[in-house]
């Protein structure tokens, strides 16, 4: 009895020295989620930042980017999820980041502690910003000496705050929204998928070295975006103004030049319009992990249920032309759920759908702004309508007499017109001979 006790309680204390995990960057945005989220799934959680604040909990181990020593760990962690940066004002080099991301590294075995850096979209030597560029280079530092490399794409959800805070705050405030156009594409990624995907990729799946790029993976407009922020979270409408992108960029790197402070939001804008693609599908698919929809992720309970029920009542009234039965709706929604078919994250224009018919080629939809999946959301449209019992047709059809008098005068008007017309023809061509 005492000797399978003792060897209990040893396994259970070796247990959780392999759920250790150090996070930096921790007062952050994604931090904060990341260290709640953690813990709540049974991981001791040790944080490491500068120092803390009336509002930022003091650090369990100190760490700063512009003069790092090597910390210090009781017992060695399972993984380091490295979220600290300078993302913009700040006295940071990107050398000095480049060499704490170094020193971080030096402070542990990879054969036992998992370095996880946090990379961007935007990384790259050639970047418009020093941000994307300081990126890259620790991605040059990181990635042979066994770090798993993740590049993120727009994070939203969860406490305004980041880019995230800066476009509800945009949006809340303004009546009338600027956007850039032609929209660039950004591919979005909730804040509890991104935690979920960091903690698995800390219990030890992924491939050290590898690069993992999450987010959508299928693009949407910034404009469609801030659409869905409107409409399913901030629950307002607004006024879209298109402003040429070109313009705008210009105009905000002029006023960059004059006004220093300017120059950073100038080649942030710059960045936006130069996003490189963020190719996502086989990263979740290698760690098993799903990117819930944009009105789940905005909105609040049951919004993406609803906004499928709005969906499958525009697209079958554009296939049958008449109103929609709750029985069809249904139908609608029960398709895509088994096709796992989540509802569309702005509502189509219907001078957009009136241009389309289910045999459409993807490029013609592409061209239009429509997803890749549209043909198949038309396609159960009209089997649904197919599906339909002649009674349950014809309740649909039924129209006030004074409204069903007047849309025969019209058929019979518009067959006149038809006649009249072929007659015209008709005698111009013999006057022709």
Same mark, same amino acid.
Not at 41 to 66: E, K, N, Q, Y
Not at 339 to 366: E, G
């Given at each position: 009895m005492i000797v399978r006790f003792a060897g209990k309680a040893r396994n259970t204390r070796l247990m959780r020295q392999s759920r250790i995990l150090?996070?930096?960057?921790?007062? *952050?945005?994604?931090?904060?989620?990341?260290?709640?989220?953690?813990?709540?799934?049974?991981?001791?959680?040790?944080?490491?930042?500068?120092?803390?604040?009336?509002?930022?909990? +003091? %650090?369990?181990? *100190?760490?700063?980017?512009?003069? @790092?020593?090597? %910390?210090?760990?009781?017992?060695?962690?399972?993984?380091?999820?490295?979220?600290? =940066?300078?993302?913009?004002?700040? =006295?940071?080099? %990107?050398?000095?980041?480049?060499?704490?991301?170094?020193?971080?590294? $030096?402070?542990?075995? @990879?054969?036992?502690?998992?370095?996880?850096?946090? $990379?961007?979209?935007t990384a790259a030597a050639d970047a418009p910003t020093q941000y994307g560029r300081t990126k890259a280079a620790i991605e040059t530092v990181a990635g042979p000496l066994g770090a798993v490399l993740v590049r993120l794409g727009l994070?939203?959800?969860?406490?305004? =705050? *980041?880019?995230?805070?800066?476009?509800?705050?945009?949006?809340?405030?303004? @009546?009338?929204?600027?956007?850039?156009?032609? +929209? %660039?594409?950004?591919?979005?990624?909730?804040l509890d998928d991104l935690c979920t995907t960091l903690l698995v990729l800390a219990e030890g799946k992924g491939r050290p070295g590898a690069v993992y790029e999450i987010g959508a993976t299928q693009p949407v407009t910034m404009r469609d975006f801030l659409k869905s !922020?409107?409409?399913?979270?901030?629950?307002?409408?607004?006024?879209?103004?298109?402003?040429?992108?070109?313009?705008?960029?210009?105009?905000?790197?002029?006023? *960059?030049?004059?006004?220093?402070?300017l120059r950073d939001r100038a080649f942030q804008l710059?960045?936006?319009?130069? !996003?490189?693609?963020?190719? +996502?599908? /086989?990263?979740?698919?290698?760690?098993?992990?799903g990117m819930r929809p944009i009105p789940e992720g905005l909105g609040r309970p049951g919004s993406a249920r609803r906004a499928l029920l709005e969906e499958a009542s525009v697209m079958i009234r554009l296939v049958l032309g008449t109103s929609v039965s709750r029985w069809s709706l249904r139908r609608y929604v029960r398709a895509c759920d088994q096709l796992a078919l989540p509802a569309m /994250?702005?509502?189509?224009? $219907?001078?957009?759908?009136?241009?389309?018919?289910?045999? =459409? @080629?993807?490029?013609?939809?592409?061209? !239009?702004? !429509?997803?890749?999946?549209?043909?198949?959301?038309?396609?159960?449209?009209?089997?649904?309508?197919? /599906?339909?019992s002649l009674e349950q047709f014809h309740q649909m059809q039924r129209e006030p007499w004074l409204l069903a008098g007047l849309a025969m005068c019209g058929a019979v008007l518009n067959e006149m017109r038809r006649v009249a017309l072929r007659g015209v023809l008709l005698i111009a061509g013999g006057s022709r001979k």
């Amino acid at each position: 009895m005492i000797v399978r006790f003792a060897g209990k309680a040893r396994n259970t204390r070796l247990m959780r020295q392999s759920r250790i995990l150090a996070v930096t960057g921790a007062s *952050g945005y994604i931090g904060r989620h990341l260290v709640a989220r953690a813990r709540a799934d049974g991981w001791h959680v040790i944080t490491m930042g500068r120092g803390g604040t009336a509002s930022v909990a +003091s %650090p369990d181990i *100190g760490f700063d980017l512009l003069a @790092p020593e090597p %910390p210090r760990f009781s017992a060695p962690p399972a993984a380091i999820i490295h979220l600290a =940066a300078n993302t913009g004002g700040g =006295a940071e080099t %990107p050398d000095q980041e480049v060499a704490a991301a170094r020193c971080l590294m $030096s402070a542990i075995d @990879p054969a036992v502690t998992r370095f996880i850096f946090i $990379s961007s979209q935007t990384a790259a030597a050639d970047a418009p910003t020093q941000y994307g560029r300081t990126k890259a280079a620790i991605e040059t530092v990181a990635g042979p000496l066994g770090a798993v490399l993740v590049r993120l794409g727009l994070v939203y959800g969860g406490e305004p =705050a *980041g880019l995230f805070g800066l476009l509800c705050r945009i949006v809340a405030l303004l @009546p009338v929204v600027p956007v850039l156009w032609p +929209s %660039p594409r950004v591919w979005p990624l909730h804040l509890d998928d991104l935690c979920t995907t960091l903690l698995v990729l800390a219990e030890g799946k992924g491939r050290p070295g590898a690069v993992y790029e999450i987010g959508a993976t299928q693009p949407v407009t910034m404009r469609d975006f801030l659409k869905s !922020l409107a409409r399913y979270r901030l629950r307002r409408r607004r006024l879209w103004i298109p402003i040429p992108g070109r313009l705008a960029v210009g105009a905000a790197l002029a006023a *960059g030049r004059i006004i220093t402070p300017l120059r950073d939001r100038a080649f942030q804008l710059l960045s936006l319009t130069r !996003l490189p693609p963020l190719d +996502s599908t /086989a990263s979740l698919l290698e760690l098993g992990i799903g990117m819930r929809p944009i009105p789940e992720g905005l909105g609040r309970p049951g919004s993406a249920r609803r906004a499928l029920l709005e969906e499958a009542s525009v697209m079958i009234r554009l296939v049958l032309g008449t109103s929609v039965s709750r029985w069809s709706l249904r139908r609608y929604v029960r398709a895509c759920d088994q096709l796992a078919l989540p509802a569309m /994250a702005v509502p189509i224009p $219907s001078w957009k759908l009136r241009l389309l018919v289910p045999t =459409a @080629p993807a490029d013609v939809m592409h061209r !239009l702004g !429509l997803p890749r999946d549209m043909a198949m959301r038309l396609r159960i449209a009209m089997g649904v309508a197919e /599906a339909m019992s002649l009674e349950q047709f014809h309740q649909m059809q039924r129209e006030p007499w004074l409204l069903a008098g007047l849309a025969m005068c019209g058929a019979v008007l518009n067959e006149m017109r038809r006649v009249a017309l072929r007659g015209v023809l008709l005698i111009a061509g013999g006057s022709r001979k």
